[in-house]
């Protein structure tokens, strides 16, 4: 396979960024990579990947280098957060991958990162440079240039903006839209295993559902460390990834909580706190040879942990669509209608995916912090429908294949 879109440039050394280089790479395509940060630094903590990201993982030659420094869960364990009572516990290990014939994994986002970067920079196909924000793009007829602070800093047939969710190329392409603050914060830590209290499974995902907020965590670092995170309501949010909190940010949200919750969130004292955000659909995803991924294109909030996963499929299918469109393509180079063909197919496939998982989402949300009669119909459904039946009603989110 050859991909005529010899030069494509790509904004954001992120998660979905690097996925994309891969991808691109893959079909023959010349990457360069532009990230903004200097150093590749401790950037996160914990990251889900459902068997959807691992079948992409395995196919970027990504999954044998991350398979040391992950967890595969057996269980998901759901409880109600002041009672402690567990409702369910969903079968994600063997019963999931037989299913759906991939893993799901759990990982530090940071080994994550690592592992797609180690593997882009073996690529000879894919130089990447530190340092760089792009702030602008400039189009022409035939090429896109990418600008940072005035200055050309590359050349391409397509640019791809994997920015994340404060684009500044989306706000360059569709200036009206920006991200909206959910109304709710998410802190995390990640704590040594040894340290994690009695009441708290140190194998498996454990949620603690409550009204005001919930409790998330699971193993990371091959099982060593455990990422905790808790999501509260506050009524205002900032744009930082990363922002110092004191402690109490994240006990006072879990004084409702049964004891082996507020003992694992008072056993960190190091909290970094970030606004979940959502971004009104857009109506378009590409113009002037510049194309959106990843969060650039579709914030999910992590009510079902896809935000990574999403911007890996993504990745996926635009090196598909470039590369079909490619095998179409009568003379060597792609034209300006077979690139607009292929943006086309790949904004229409993943716009509706994105679609799909951002509702998902959001309703999960909803049913995680319902109270009075509604939080015990909630938790009666969880008691009383088989485990293997409300899992099954992923099929569509975990089952997805490149060309679905
Ligand atoms: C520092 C950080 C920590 C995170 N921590 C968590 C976490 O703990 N849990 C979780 O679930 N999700 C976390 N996320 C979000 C999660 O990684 C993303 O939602 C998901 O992986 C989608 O990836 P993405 O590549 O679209 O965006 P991102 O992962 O946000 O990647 C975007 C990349 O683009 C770079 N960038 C931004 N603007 C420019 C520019 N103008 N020019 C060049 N480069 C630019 C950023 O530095 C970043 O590397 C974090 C993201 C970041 C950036």
Redesign the pocket.
């Known amino acids: 396979m050859s991909n005529p879109l010899v030069r494509t440039l790509i904004?954001?050394?992120?998660?979905?960024?690097?996925?994309a280089a891969l991808a691109l790479a893959r079909t023959g395509a010349e990457v360069t990579v532009?990230?903004?940060?200097k150093d590749p630094?401790e950037?996160?903590?914990?990251?889900?990947i459902g068997p959807n990201g691992t079948r992409i993982l395995s196919q970027l030659g990504v999954a044998n280098k991350l398979r040391p420094l992950v967890s595969s869960p057996e269980f998901l364990r759901i409880h109600d957060g002041p009672s402690g009572e567990q409702q369910t516990q969903l079968p994600l290990g063997r019963w999931l991958e037989t299913r759906h014939s991939s893993p799901y994994w759990v990982a530090h986002?940071s080994d994550l990162?690592a592992c797609l970067l180690a593997t882009a920079e073996a690529s000879p196909l894919i130089a990447i440079n530190r340092g760089?924000?792009?702030?602008a793009v400039k189009p022409y007829p035939d090429e896109v240039l990418a600008l940072?602070n005035g200055e050309i800093v590359g050349a391409g047939d397509l640019l791809v903006a994997?920015?994340?969710?404060?684009?500044?190329?989306r706000s360059c392409l569709f200036s009206a839209h920006a991200p909206r603050y959910s109304g709710k914060s998410?802190a995390?830590t990640v704590l040594p295993i040894a340290s994690v209290p009695e009441g708290i499974a140190r194998q498996d995902i454990g949620i603690w559902l409550a009204p005001a907020g919930h409790v998330v965590h699971y193993p990371v670092r091959g099982g060593e460390e455990l990422?905790v995170?808790v999501i509260r309501k506050e009524s205002n949010g900032d744009t930082d990834?990363?922002t110092a909190v004191q402690p109490s940010w994240a006990t006072e949200a879990v004084l409702e909580f049964v004891d082996p919750v507020r003992n694992l969130v008072a056993a960190s004292k190091i909290w970094?706190k970030?606004a979940l955000a959502e971004l009104a659909p857009l109506k378009t995803w590409f113009a002037n040879r510049t194309v959106l991924?990843?969060?650039?294109?579709h914030?999910?909030l992590?009510f079902l942990?896809q935000?990574?996963v999403?911007?890996l499929e993504?990745a996926a299918t635009l090196a598909k669509c470039l590369s079909d469109a490619n095998q179409n393509a009568a003379a060597d180079a792609i034209s300006e209608d077979e690139l607009e063909i292929a943006l086309n197919m790949y904004q229409d496939v993943r716009r509706t995916r994105a679609s799909r998982v951002q509702s998902a989402s959001r309703r999960n949300g909803k049913i995680y912090h319902l109270d009075g009669p509604m939080r015990a119909a909630r938790n009666m459904t969880l008691r009383c429908t088989p485990p293997t039946s409300l899992l099954a009603r992923y099929d569509w989110l975990y089952g997805w294949k490149l060309g679905d």
């Not at 950037?43 to 889900?48: D, K, P, T």
């Not at 760089?132 to 702030?135: F, P, W």
């Open positions: 904004s954001g050394g992120g998660i979905g960024g690097l996925a532009f990230e903004k940060r630094i950037e996160g903590a914990g990251i889900q986002r990162h760089v924000e792009i702030d940072s994997a920015d994340g969710l404060h684009s500044a190329i998410a995390r990422a995170v990834w990363a970094r970030w991924l990843g969060d650039a294109a914030p999910v992590p942990a935000g990574a999403l911007a993504d």
